[in-house]
């Protein structure tokens, strides 16, 4: 089992910035590649970042430039910086995973990021 907890959203005018944070429990030896994905309303969940476990990255292309993904294996946590917000990037950030061994996907509740205008 993993656990998956974010941290870190909030309400931020456009050009502001936030980090958000994903504390990982349980079976962290079976934990890979991390990611970030959102879900604004009446929208489907699109990924916005992956990191693996030896640290190379992808981002979707609206983000490129301004997010930045990380992780701290010491600490059990990943992080995303996003710097220069727009409006376009409100909605609920989750923190996701796969366990590398009985492959099944892990999904965080969840943080609300609202950018106004």
């Known amino acids: 089992q993993v656990q998956l907890v974010e941290s870190g959203g909030g309400l931020v005018q456009a050009g502001g910035s936030l980090r958000l944070s994903c504390a990982v429990s349980?079976?962290?030896?079976?934990?890979?590649?991390m990611g970030w994905y959102r879900q604004a309303p009446g929208k489907q969940r699109d990924l916005v970042a992956t990191?693996?476990?030896?640290?190379?990255?992808n981002y979707a292309d609206s983000v490129k430039g301004r997010f930045t993904i990380s992780r701290d294996n010491a600490k059990n946590t990943m992080y995303l910086q996003m710097n220069n917000l727009e409006p376009e990037d409100t909605g609920v950030y989750f923190c996701h995973t796969v366990d590398s061994v009985i492959l099944r996907p892990y999904w965080g509740q969840g943080t609300q990021v609202t950018v106004s205008s």
């Open positions: 990191i693996t476990s030896g640290g190379s990255t």
């Open positions: 349980g079976s962290i030896f079976s934990i890979k590649t």
